[in-house]
């Protein structure tokens, strides 16, 4: 089936949820909870997880092109947020640290911005092409649940690899490395923080695959569509290709 150029409403409300889960991801990084023992995280991984679930949605259900589309403009909401951010954490107070609280929370610091944009846009598209690619692989073969399944988790594995790989060396060694004089944070700190994450939001996936598996079915039935990517071009910069 080849794939839709109009955009539903189904479409656009994950798009939209899609998008409220990336925003709301970085408002949470500034806070910090022990999970278990020695092993903490951001609070941002209460919503980030979600996010990949939501691309994995849309990659089943509409295919790569809108998943581009999704992803694309997930990076301008995002970017627009911190901008705003940034512009009301420089307006003055009405009284001398009267917004201590305020920029803990909006006040991103720009290599941080940096290096979640970019670990963000590669991991998501790694995450979409893995699930596009398998799913023509898997074409013709039986068993929705366990092929997709395997697409939703490896899709995942692949991106939040990806996206760790970049995201914590940037912005917690080379960046201070490179402005400062010195990393935030050792290498065996980073690499345990790395491993961390993209354990736990696999295991998030995991966890919540019979729900994710229902709601891709109830969407295909809604909305009447299960595109394969076939012919299409995976490069991450044609956006009006929908």
């Known amino acids: 089936m080849k794939a839709n150029k109009q955009v539903s409403v189904s479409f656009m409300l994950v798009g939209i949820v899609f998008c409220i889960c990336l925003v709301a991801a970085n408002l949470l990084e500034?806070?910090?909870?022990?999970?278990?023992?020695?092993?903490?995280?951001?609070?941002?991984?209460?919503?980030?997880?979600?996010?990949?679930?939501?691309?994995?949605?849309?990659?089943?259900?509409?295919?790569?092109?809108?998943a581009r589309l999704i992803i694309w403009i997930g990076f301008a909401m995002n970017f627009f947020v911190m901008a705003l951010g940034g512009i009301a954490c420089a307006l003055p107070p009405i009284a001398p640290g009267a917004d201590e609280a305020f920029k803990q929370v909006f006040s991103f610091a720009p290599q941080i911005v940096v290096a979640s944009l970019i670990a963000f846009i590669v991991g998501s598209f790694l995450n979409?092409?893995?699930?596009?690619?398998?799913?023509?692989?898997?074409?013709?073969?039986?068993?929705?649940?366990?092929?997709?399944?395997?697409?939703?988790?490896?899709?995942?594995?692949?991106?939040?690899?990806?996206?760790?790989?970049?995201?914590?060396?940037?912005?917690?060694?080379?960046?201070?490395?490179?402005?400062?004089?010195?990393?935030?944070?050792?290498?065996?700190?980073?690499?345990?923080?790395?491993?961390?994450?993209?354990?736990?939001?696999?295991?998030?996936?995991?966890?919540v695959l019979p729900i994710t598996i229902r709601v891709v079915k109830f969407v295909k039935r809604i909305e009447g569509t299960d595109v394969y990517d076939e012919e299409i071009s995976y490069s991450a910069f044609r956006i009006s290709d929908i």
């Open 30 to 66: 500034t806070k910090v909870f022990k999970l278990w023992g020695p092993i903490s995280l951001t609070c941002g991984f209460i919503v980030f997880p979600i996010s990949y679930i939501l691309n994995d949605v849309i990659a089943e259900v509409w295919g790569f092109r809108k």
């Open 128 to 207: 979409a092409l893995v699930m596009s690619k398998m799913k023509m692989a898997d074409r013709h073969k039986g068993h929705f649940d366990y092929h997709f399944s395997m697409r939703a988790i490896l899709s995942t594995v692949v991106g939040e690899s990806a996206d760790s790989l970049i995201f914590f060396p940037l912005a917690f060694y080379l960046f201070p490395l490179i402005f400062q004089g010195e990393p935030n944070l050792t290498f065996d700190i980073m690499l345990g923080l790395m491993v961390t994450q993209v354990v736990a939001k696999t295991l998030y996936e995991i966890i």
